[in-house]
């Protein structure tokens, strides 16, 4: 009897401060009844109308019997005043069944058709002595002396890293004062107890694949593992890469071979971020982008799970200016007309053919690399040069052309 009557003496203070929802105490003991109500977002969610608060009362049912922790039903009421003179006020209420955990933090909620019966004088208990009854209008939880609840993970900041580790992972829930341990999977990782409700950990390295986080406390571990499913990305790894160099220019298409390239964010010549497609888990293509100077650089392949690397070589740029190899016949006569076959590289999209200062008298280009040009009058040794869109020939010897008598 002592103890139920301290109880309704709190009870009964909650009411004359004016019949609204309390927040439920997260430090659980013996001599600190828990009360059991939705918060007023919870309850807003449900009524869809707030105004200057929403009114609950709460009737415990008992014992989950499945999860084990309190559950009953929560009704919630706000009366909303009309607009203008003679306005009428509005009743807007409804009940919802809710299932709390030890900490008086809300499991699940969901909406009633119907008021339920209720019954103010209802006490229950559970296997560890944990008390749950009803007064005229709260539920409370009464914590068995020494009982320290069982952690509950609600959600995880990250839910993927590195098989190498070191991700940063908030966990969240509740009962995480006092924790013991956080493991992934099987393997212990570093934490830091922020409060009743947060964790931050980092991931230890362990093989790819899917682990459960859990916390365990003295109350025990954590058995949410669906909630706090951790998923380690395999290290890629790059075997090789084809071809291995390319002009500084940039442009040339690359096939990148390894493993583990699923989801790759990125691939970089020399930080150099590239356009590239992932063909496969085991194949990349990427055209090189323009480099700053001819180098050997590296070419680094970067997914959730990590970066690989492998060498690469930028040269010098192509040159597309077209080149004289040799002309044949290299002389005719003074007054021109001589067919003269020019082979050079990168003869293609010829515009101009030149016999020292004078034009050719006509010209056919081949291929890229042959020119058909017709001499035009001349007296002397001059030196034939083609034009393209990429520059002129050079000077040299081979391209010499001698007029005769």
Known sequence: MGKRSRLHLTALAVVVAGFVSVAPSLTANASSPITLLLSQNAAFGILGHWCGGIQEKSFATGFDTAAGY????????????????????????????????????????????????????????????????????????????????????????????SAAGGTAVTIYGTGFTGATAVTFGSVTASYTVVNDNEITTVSPPQPAGTVAITVTTPGGPDANASVAQF???????????????????GGTPVTITGTGFTNATSVTFDGIWAQFVVDSDTTITATSPAGENPDNI???????????????????PVSLTPAIKKVKPGFGPRAGGTAVTIVGAKLGGVTAVMFGAKPAKSFVAKSATSIVARSPSGSKTVNIRITTGYGTTAVTRSDRFTYRK
């Not at 069944?97 to 208990?125: H, N, R």
């Not at 005229?136 to 900041?157: C, E, W």
């Not at 998923?231 to 220019?249: D, F």
């Not at 590296?298 to 010098?316: A, C, D, K, L, R």
């Open 70 to 161: 309190p559950a009953g039903d929560v009704y919630m009421s706000t009366r909303c005043n009309g607009s203008g003179r003679g306005g009428h006020s509005t009743l807007y209420q409804a009940w919802a069944s809710v299932m709390w955990d030890f900490t008086g933090v809300v499991v699940t909620d969901s909406v009633l058709a119907a008021a339920p019966s209720t019954d103010p004088t209802f006490t229950a208990y559970d296997s560890h002595q944990n008390e749950l009854y009803n007064t005229a209008t709260y539920a409370y939880l009464q914590l068995a002396p020494g009982y320290v609840p069982v952690p509950r993970v609600t959600a995880i900041s990250a839910t993927s890293g």
């Open 298 to 316: 590296t070419v680094q392949v970067t997914t959730e799970g990590g970066t690989s690397s492998i060498g690469f070589t930028y040269t010098p």
């Open 231 to 249: 998923t380690y990305i395999a290290i890629p790894v790059v075997k090789s890469i084809s071809p291995h160099q390319g002009p500084v220019t």
